[in-house]
């Protein structure tokens, strides 16, 4: 009798191996599939770049565009990991104009508290002045962050605060470490088990 229990338990537990490996397996492929359409993504420049070479390079992640989108002028992709792991999303979206990119933008976010409805995120949108008209006061480059806090009846802080968010626009008067660092995501949040709990973490 306890030969069999032992049996069905290490059973159990093979099969609990197997099906979280499995997961941690389509995360980290997820994650791989990101990191090499972020390479090709690099490679776009708002303005210059022209719809037929994006759909061309992008095809390989045809598996990865929002079904709602393909039949748009505009297209998107995002990729998700699997739990157990923290719900992480990475998602690109790209917008034409005459044909040429008119704007670029990447969003990583990953939730912060379960059940809270604000994600910690960094997003970056690329644009061309010239197809994308943007207000006369930006100067080619912003970065901003926020986060939320918890307040009381009073509205006072309760010393809760989460969910960091982070905005980056840039154009074409930004300087190159300033492109390089806003494409510089790090998507090893979609397979770590401690969340990322900063911005910062997401993209330095």
């Known amino acids: 009798m306890r030969k069999a229990a032992i ?22 492929y997820r994650r791989w599939q990101a990191s090499k359409l972020l390479a090709v993504v690099r490679q776009f420049h708002p303005g ?6 994006v759909r061309t390079s ?11 989108d393909r039949s748009g002028s505009d297209i998107d992709y995002a990729f998700e990991n699997s739990p157990p792991l923290p719900w992480t ?13 008119a704007e670029i933008r990447l969003l990583e976010m990953q939730v ?6 604000h994600p910690n995120s960094a997003s970056v949108t690329m644009y061309s002045t010239r197809l994308h008209p943007l207000p006369v006061d930006f100067v080619g480059y912003s970065d901003r962050s926020s986060s939320t806090r918890g307040l009381d009846s009073q509205g006072h802080w309760t ?9 980056i ?14 494409l510089n995501f790090q998507l090893h949040c979609m397979t770590s088990f401690a969340r990322c709990k900063d911005d910062r973490q997401i993209l330095p």
């Open 7 to 28: 049996a069905i338990s290490l059973s159990i537990a093979f099969l609990l191996l197997i099906f979280f490996g499995s997961k941690l397996g389509v995360s980290y």
């Open 48 to 53: 210059t770049t022209n719809e037929a070479e």
């Open 58 to 68: 992008l095809k390989p992640f045809a598996g990865y565009e929002l079904e709602a």
């Open 89 to 101: 999303r990475f998602s690109v979206s790209i917008e034409f104009v005459n044909g040429l990119v």
């Open 112 to 117: 912060d508290h379960p059940g809270y409805p």
């Open 159 to 167: 010393g809760f605060e989460c969910c960091r968010a982070r905005s």
């Open 169 to 182: 626009r840039l154009d074409e008067r930004a300087m190159q470490t300033q492109l390089s660092q806003s």
